[in-house]
């Protein structure tokens, strides 16, 4: 048994109510941290995770107070410290890397200044000895030249590379715990492999005891040697890694794992009913009632504790855990089967398609066009089926968005056409398109935060398409609301409701009915449920299913996620650097052969399975401008062939499987490459 | 039937809204302390013609500079008019036209800024050069010229003040706008194909409205003491109306041996400003904007 860093005991953190209630957000929190392990506290947000990660620094977030209970580190309690104490501690031995802790570095100072800052901070090293030790740490974070990115502003690194620096800024103190609250959530997928990967070497290498804060449970995976699962507050479920992500014991952390789509498996995962209960609402029974499928009248009235399983090692909140023991199997199986009812007809068409950012220049201005070599998007072709759902996958910059736009009409085509409905041309200028066509060409964001207005009511956002289309008024059009609202499952009670007052879930629902109460022939979906908790998602893709099948909307997705978009595509397009790579059936571009930026995109995956690894094969680097000529993936290809790379476009070539190739390299040849 | 009941819903929804936002304002000493100086004002201004003792403007040599006593509470003046009659009287002119004042330049600071934070480009280039000129023409001499050309009366006082004092709110009015109109629901609005119009009434007033309210009341302030300078100077009310501006002026050489003929006047329109000034912080934390960053312009 290897000693304890820190422990947790019986943590109640909270809040006054402005009724002067006093409210719970942590309860009853109890674990170990031991030296050199690393723990992942996974939860939907708002489960109390942050809270606790941060009380483990000893630091209470303003507003909120501990209850009872400690946070012992060192024999020592950290919440009965006075901040002169806690300023020894924090950065020395206990470490913090927050969200976006790359994108927080001070942007005027170079990178070698803010470590070395770091390191007067929290050491007492000389001038001499910090120098060494800054080009120790850039090594260690594996950033390249370390001499010269010393010297280089915040700016001048990709996201990657941020990440890096804010992770060896933690390290200069050498502390004995690391606390990581999201620390790759935002990065692009391979980005994010690359960190955690860096992560994992540095728990080994150094020794440093670790707690690894997500909602992604596919993250958790790879880093942690333990887990904590949080839920309402309440650790629900604890245990090694490996048996909390193969035999979850705990409904939640079992339906968790069902509604995380899989890349192994074409369609839909199975959703997780309703949301997290508020702080304070839960005032007997247990926690997840509502949501649990094994729930009896007992747990309504009784609250579980945490008992600890000996066999499996873990501990587990529920009273029925003993139904799920064995039950992994189901874990992979359960899922809906979705149909895929696209026709032959062809309801848009993006042809030849350039966009371009650039501006224009007075000339062009007068001559109303764009001249710019080099576009952000170029040369997209892809004919669109009615009722089908095609995916636009890509790392972020890669012109998903982009494309996006301009279908809808927000953003001019620099070259091409789309074309709508029998082949009709489509206007790049929103106010030259007839309302028909802006009807049937509707948009759906990331975050419904931003794209509901925070001042109008439900009723009043989903009366605006209904008015400004068909002219509805008085009973018809709150008739007409009340149906969008039960097609979205939310009920009439929701009229009234201010964004704010409603769940990210929720939100997510109401900007779905408002795309569809335009009676859109096509939806354009721009990473919609990437802002969802896993369990939301679930739901929401269901959603977006079940309504494209009653009413055969076609589906423009736009998603980083792979496992997403093999849950809810037919088809899917692949995109770097604006540029097409490979387009075709869904199941076949998830099989090989498979364009080489294609292989590193699936590479870099995770899945919330520790025994798959991501497999790295390319730098995360991505470069700022597509090249000027050749294959766009040339500066990045693992599996660069040579010359003709860099300066010729390579050709489209047809799989077998029906997956179009856009390589130099001959397809049989990719295939027994990627064998 | 059931709509209107909708209707009815709404409307006691923002009154219940209004009334909440005045709950928390009057929750802080401060938000309270200057709520009651504001309303303490309006109602001294709406009833003062009927509880002043005495005529405002009876002249009369007995009385010339009396101190205060049981039946000139405040004194009497040069002229011997009863300085408490004309104090508690001499904050009407004040507020009014300050209100309208600040009306107008609500009105047309905001749509200004609104407008130009929704074009954005070359017009709202120009245009905001064009603000920032006249942002670094001292306003008092601008209004003395414009005074001085076309008379004192408050139907000049009143756009002229509005004008100057609209200024620095079409710098608010737009930076919020520009911070709305980045946000995907305008992008939805307009993909949708919503006019123009509809898209500044319904989705960034809404979203703007609260600052531009905010900075307005503080211009308020700022132009009452504008405005009693202008008077002070004797551009403002014409006399023998009684205004604190006019009347501190009037006062001023006498403060060594008649210090109650000033006095009044001064405590009641820093009282007021002050008032002003608070009741417009509180306003703005009870909306949760955050005005310690942004420097008056
Ligand atoms: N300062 C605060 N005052 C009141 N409630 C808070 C405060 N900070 C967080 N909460 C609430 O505490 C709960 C847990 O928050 P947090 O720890 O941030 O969750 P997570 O990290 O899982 O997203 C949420 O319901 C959140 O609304
Ligand atoms: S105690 Fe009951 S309600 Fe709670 S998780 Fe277990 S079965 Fe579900
Ligand atoms: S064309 Fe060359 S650079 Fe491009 S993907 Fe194929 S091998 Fe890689
Ligand atoms: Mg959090």
């Not at chain 2, 009057?26 to 309006?42: C, M, N, R, W």
Request: aromatic content about 6%; hydrophobic content about 40%; overall charge positive.
């Amino acid at each position: 048994m290897s000693e304890i860093i820190e422990s947790v005991k019986n943590l109640s953190i909270g809040f006054n109510s402005q009724k002067g209630k006093q409210i719970s957000i942590l309860r009853n929190v109890s674990t170990n941290i031991k030296k050199g392990e690393t723990v992942g506290i996974v939860g939907e947000s708002g489960s109390g995770k942050s809270t606790l990660a941060l009380a483990m620094m000893g630091y209470i977030k303003q507003g909120l107070f501990p209850l009872k209970g400690e946070c012992i580190f060192k024999s020592e309690d950290l919440l009965k410290m006075t901040s002169r104490q806690l300023e020894k501690i924090r950065g020395r031995k206990i470490a913090m890397i927050p969200q976006n802790a790359g994108q927080a570095l001070t942007p005027n100072l170079k990178i070698g200044y803010q470590i070395d800052e770091a390191l007067r901070l929290h050491t007492n090293l000389n001038k001499t000895e910090r120098d060494k030790k800054i080009s120790e740490l850039l090594n260690k974070v594996r950033l390249p030249s370390p001499e010269t990115m010393a010297f280089r502003y915040p700016h001048e690194l990709s996201g990657g590379q941020q990440q890096r620096v804010a992770v060896a800024m933690a390290l200069a103190g050498k502390p004995d715990l690391l606390l990581l609250d999201e620390p790759t959530t935002g990065l692009d997928v391979t980005t994010q492999a690359h960190v955690l990967e860096l992560l994992r070497f540095i728990a080994k290498d150094t020794g440093t005891s670790m707690i690894y804060v997500s909602h992604d449970l596919g993250a958790i995976a790879q880093v942690s040697d333990r887990i904590v699962v949080m839920y309402a507050g309440e650790i629900v479920l604890e245990g090694p890694a490996r048996k909390i992500l193969k035999e979850p014991i705990h409904p939640y952390t079992y339906g968790l794992l069902k509604s995380i789509p899989k890349l192994s498996l074409s369609g839909l995962p199975a959703s997780m009913p309703g949301s997290q209960p508020q702080p304070g609402s839960i005032n007997e029974g247990c926690s997840f009632y509502d949501r649990c499928n094994l729930a009896n009248d007992h747990c309504k009235k009784n609250s579980p504790d945490l008992e600890h399983i000996k066999e499996l090692d873990t501990n587990v909140r529920c009273f029925n855990h003993k139904e799920l023991i064995n039950q992994n199997n189901n874990l992979q199986t359960s899922i809906t089967k979705k149909s895929n009812n696209s026709e032959a007809i062809e309801v848009l068409k993006l042809k030849d398609v350039s966009i371009s950012y650039a501006k224009q220049k007075f000339f062009d201005q007068l001559l109303n066009k764009i001249s710019d070599q080099n576009p952000t998007v170029k040369d997209i072709n892809i004919d669109i089926k009615k009722g089908e759902t095609i995916a636009l996958v890509g790392e972020s910059g890669s012109g998903k968005s982009t494309i996006l736009k301009s279908i809808a009409g927000l953003l001019k085509t620099k070259d091409g056409q789309i074309k709508f409905e029998n082949d009709r041309i489509l206007s790049s200028d929103l106010k030259m398109r007839n309302p028909n066509d802006l009807r049937a060409i509707q948009l759906i964001f990331q975050n419904p935060d931003e794209s509901l207005n925070p001042n109008h009511t439900v009723e009043q956002i989903l009366s605006q398409p209904l008015k400004l289309y068909f002219n509805l008024s008085g009973e018809e059009l709150k008739k007409n609301i009340i149906d969008l609202l039960k097609k979205v499952r939310l009920g009439e009670f929701y009229m009234s409701r201010y964004p704010r007052q409603l769940s990210g879930g929720e939100k997510q629902r109401v900007a779905v009915a408002r795309a569809f109460a335009a009676k859109p022939d096509i939806i354009l979906c721009d990473e919609v449920t990437s802002a969802l908790d896993v369990s939301v998602q679930a739901a929401v893709l269901n959603l977006l299913q079940q309504l494209k099948e009653d009413l055969g909307t076609t589906y423009v997705f736009v998603s980083h996620d792979l496992a997403v978009v093999r849950a809810i595509s037919d088809r899917v397009a692949v995109l770097y650097q604006g540029r097409l790579c490979e387009i075709g059936p869904s199941q076949n571009v998830y099989k090989f052969p498979s364009h080489p930026y294609t292989e590193v995109l699936l590479g870099a995956v995770l899945e919330p399975d520790p025994d798959i690894k991501p497999k790295l094969v390319a730098e995360d680097i991505v470069e700022e401008k597509p090249p000027e000529k050749g294959c766009s993936f040339q500066g990045r290809c693992p599996r660069k062939i040579g010359d003709i790379c860099n300066s010729e476009v390579p050709p489209w070539q047809i799989g077998e499987n029906g997956n179009a190739i856009r390589c130099h390299i001959n397809i049989e040849e990719l295939a027994s490459l990627q064998q | 039937m059931e709509s209107n009941l909708i209707i009815k819903d709404k409307q006691k929804n923002k009154l219940e809204k209004a009334f909440e936002i005045l709950k928390t304002m009057a929750s802080k000493p401060s938000g309270l302390i200057g709520l009651t100086i504001v309303l303490f004002h309006v109602v001294l201004a709406l009833t003062s013609p009927y509880i002043a003792p005495y005529d405002y403007k009876a002249i009369s040599p007995n009385t010339m500079l009396l101190a205060p006593s049981a039946e000139h509470w405040f004194g009497t003046d040069s002229l011997g008019r009863d300085v408490f009659t004309r104090t508690i009287l001499g904050g009407r002119t004040a507020l009014t036209v300050t209100f309208f004042g600040s009306l107008i330049a609500l009105l047309w600071g905001g749509l200004l800024g609104i407008f130009c934070g929704l074009v954005g480009g070359k017009i709202d280039d120009v245009v905001m050069r064009v603000v920032d000129a006249f942002l670094s023409i001292p306003w008092i001499l601008a209004m003395l010229l414009i005074v001085s050309l076309l008379g004192t009366s408050t139907e000049v006082l009143i756009p002229a003040l509005g004008f100057f004092y609209g200024k620095g709110i079409v710098r608010v009015a737009r930076a919020a706008t520009h911070d709305v109109i980045a946000k995907d629901f305008i992008v939805s609005a307009r993909a949708r194909g919503h006019s123009n119009m509809s898209i500044i009434w319904n989705e960034i007033i809404p979203n703007v409205r609260d600052a531009i309210l905010v900075e307005g009341a503080m211009r308020w302030s700022w132009m009452l003491l504008g405005f009693s300078s202008l008077s002070f100077l004797g551009f403002g009310v014409s006399p023998p109306t009684p205004d604190w501006g006019l009347m501190i002026s009037n006062a001023r050489g006498l403060m060594s041996f008649a210090y109650w003929s000033v006095i009044a006047p001064i405590v009641g329109l820093s009282s007021l400003i002050i008032g002003i000034n608070l009741t417009a912080d509180a306003f703005a934390k009870a909306l949760g904007i955050d005005r310690s960053t942004k420097a008056p312009v």
